[in-house]
């Protein structure tokens, strides 16, 4: 079934009273989206949090007319833009699919609504919160102390699935060097 993924990850989290679970299923939608397709562009509002049943997305911003990734999901993994649905303002983030894509989602009135009345859903929200935060301090880190050799290991080494798959370019704007740089290194890294 679309949604035994994202339930499971929900009970993995966080005992889950069956009441609960019942409750969050009910509020569960599934969706797909072709490859290369913007999902979310910026100036809009992220309403969903999103479940990766199948395939790749990624998440990026532009900068001075570069493309700069910020983060990038696939298979069993959640995703949204963080400031926009957190905020629920215009978002400046791009989120798009690098792969045909399922997604299961939950809009997020309604996984407010469900945090409300039940607290072991609100604590994993809380727990996805923080694991979200370690994440991205975690790659804000590698950014800032490793050099781009290093970083390009890190990556690897860490995201073994995701190297094999996500294009050399986004790599690149993911660990901050140009495209050409990241051919060199991988010429010259044993990977």
Not at 7 to 12: E, G, I
Not at 70 to 87: I, M, P
Not at 96 to 110: A, G, Q, S
Not at 141 to 152: G, H, S, V
């Amino acid at each position: 079934m679309v949604f035994n993924g994202i339930l499971t990850l929900l009970q993995q989290t966080n005992e889950i009273a069956s009441e609960a679970l019942v409750a969050f299923r009910s509020k569960l939608h599934f969706i797909t989206v072709a490859k290369n397709v913007h999902f979310l562009e910026v100036g809009q509002i992220c309403d969903k949090l999103c479940y990766v049943n199948k395939g790749l997305v990624r998440g990026y911003y532009n900068k001075s007319g570069k493309e700069v990734t910020a983060w990038f999901a696939s298979e069993g993994t959640l995703f949204y833009a963080g400031d926009s649905f957190l905020l629920q303002k215009p978002t400046i983030e791009i989120i798009e699919t690098l792969e045909n894509c399922e997604f299961v989602y939950i809009l997020r009135d309604d996984l407010y609504e469900l945090y409300n009345s039940y607290p072991s859903i609100n604590s994993f929200g809380r727990i996805l919160a923080e694991t979200d935060k370690l994440q991205s301090q975690q790659s804000l880190l590698d950014l800032r102390m490793n050099i781009a050799k290093d970083r390009l290991i890190s990556f690897a080494k860490n995201n073994r699935g995701l190297f094999l798959r996500v294009p050399q370019k986004h790599i690149a704007s993911h660990i901050g060097v140009s495209e050409g740089y990241i051919s060199e290194l991988l010429g010259r890294v044993k990977i």
